[in-house]
T-cell receptor, first 112, second 112 residues
Framework: EPEVTQTPSHQVTQMGQEVILRCVPISNHLYFYWYRQILGQKVEFLVSFYNNEISEKSEIFDDQFSVERPDGSNFTLKIRSTKLEDSAMYFC??????????FGEGSRLTVL | QKEVEQDPGPLSVPEGAIVSLNCTYSNSAFQYFMWYRQYSRKGPELLMYTYSSGNKEDGRFTAQVDKSSKYISLFIRDSQPSDSATYLCAMTRIQGAQKLVFGQGTRLTINP
């Protein structure tokens, strides 16, 4: 069964460092998303991406964040200068035409 | 008032019991409703996806939507220990690149 894959599964970084989280969405999906979940809290929307551009972004998704689809398969989230409060699980998701959203297993980011 | 409200639990029931999980929402523009299951430190797994008011059944799971009351439910019949997880309700306004808004999640334990 096709699935969304994410790498790395866990990344530890120092505050102020740049981090890139990678995702391979399901191949025939056209809508891509990043969500995050701080430990013990709800899943929060960060950004949606369609037709090679951002469709919507939340107030969390400030200038420190960017997304890119560098080729036909990968979808990346970059955090330019990480802060302690960026520590969370980051989930990539992709969506069918009929609206079902499928999530990857997540990348756990720990900022020290 | 939060857009989506979900009792975080925890909820603990004996194996074989019928489980009822619920969410209420305030935004009448929500049209598509989903239930996800999330195991600890894993990505949300789509269980049910519904659009219209009424019931939708899939195996031991039944999703119920009452748009007039802004209330959705997930019923699990013949609950199993493997059903122990956090259950997240999520909803969105229209199709397209619209974001999902999640509830807090209800932590469920099925006791053998």
């Amino acid at each position: 069964e096709p699935e969304v894959t994410q790498t790395p599964s866990h990344q530890v970084t120092q505050m102020g460092q740049e981090v890139i989280l990678r995702c391979v969405p399901i191949s025939n999906h056209l809508y891509f998303y990043w969500y995050r979940q701080i430990l013990g809290q709800k899943v929060e929307f960060l950004v949606s991406f369609y037709n090679n551009e951002i469709s919507e972004k939340s107030e969390i998704f400030d200038d420190q964040f960017s997304v890119e689809r560098p080729d036909g398969s990968n979808f990346t989230l970059k955090i330019r200068s990480t802060k302690l409060e960026d520590s969370a699980m980051y989930f990539c998701a992709s969506r069918t035409d009929t609206g079902e959203l499928f999530f990857g297993e997540g990348s756990r980011l720990t900022v020290l | 008032q939060k857009e989506v409200e979900q009792d975080p639990g925890p909820l603990s029931v004996p194996e074989g019991a019928i489980v009822s999980l619920n969410c209420t929402y305030s935004n009448s523009a929500f049209q598509y409703f989903m239930w996800y299951r999330q195991y600890s430190r894993k990505g949300p797994e789509l269980l049910m996806y519904t659009y219209s008011s009424g019931n939708k059944e899939d195996g031991r799971f039944t999703a119920q939507v009452d748009k007039s009351s802004k209330y959705i439910s997930l019923f699990i019949r013949d609950s199993q220990p493997s059903d122990s997880a956090t259950y997240l309700c999520a909803m969105t306004r229209i199709q397209g690149a619209q974001k999902l808004v999640f509830g807090q999640g209800t932590r469920l334990t099925i006791n053998p």
